[in-house]
């Protein structure tokens, strides 16, 4: 599980964090929900521990973030991640030298899943295409936790749903996924928990299955609820 516990931040004056707290269970897929600006990637740099804080904490299965972390954890950024005249073939060798954990043959079903071609220049590729080779790269790694930000953005809906698809199967296996959004419409029946943010602060964290059986209400419900008070 990760935990983040109260976690602070600021940039210059701006509080950005202001005392945010909730977990990721492994299996499960949280998403961290919010307007842009919010904090969404800033709480994933403080996962990564790539950003330093101002308080609180974050372990994962129970011991602090530190480098030792990086053997469980991926961070898929919004940005490409590879040098863009790299070919497909190049960045997966990229990612072979450079990591122990790295799983060719996960790699090769996900390339044959979205259909893709190793010859092919990331350079020339579409935003959709880019946005799956991306997710490759990093679900092809054999770690605990995959943080993903903002992995629909901008992406047309076809290619969103190859991608959604690839969540719900056994390439994330019993994966702890962390995405973030500030749109959740079509992608809330992937989610199992939600985490609205706001002005620095968690709003509300909730199983979105439970809400929806129990109170039948879907998470673009309980954003309405939340949001407007
Ligand atoms: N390195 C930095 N220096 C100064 N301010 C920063 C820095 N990084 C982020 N911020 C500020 O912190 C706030 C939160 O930024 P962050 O990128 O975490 O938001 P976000 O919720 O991910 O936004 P988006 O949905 O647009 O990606 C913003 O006001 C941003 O300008």
Known sequence: MIEVNDIKKKFGRKQVLNGVSFTAEKGKITCIIGINGVGKTTIMNAIMNLT????????????????????QITFIPDAIIMQPNMTIAESM????????????????????????????????????????????????????YLLMDEPFSGIDIFSREQIAEVFTSHLVEDRGVIITTHEINDIEHLIDKAVLLDEGKVLTEFNSEEVRETEGKSVVDVMREVYQQ
Not at 53 to 60: F, Y
Not at 102 to 128: H, P, V, Y
């Open 52 to 71: 330093p804080l101002n308080g609180g904490q974050i372990l994962m299965n129970g011991e602090s973030i530190g480098k030792q972390s990086y053997e």
């Open 93 to 144: 060798q990229f990612m072979t030298d450079f990591y122990d954990s790295w799983n060719q043959e996960r790699a090769t079903e996900l390339l044959d899943f979205f259909k893709l071609q190793e010859s092919e220049k990331i350079n020339n590729l579409s935003k959709g295409n880019r946005a799956k080779v991306n997710l490759l790269l990093g679900l092809a790694l054999d770690v605990d």
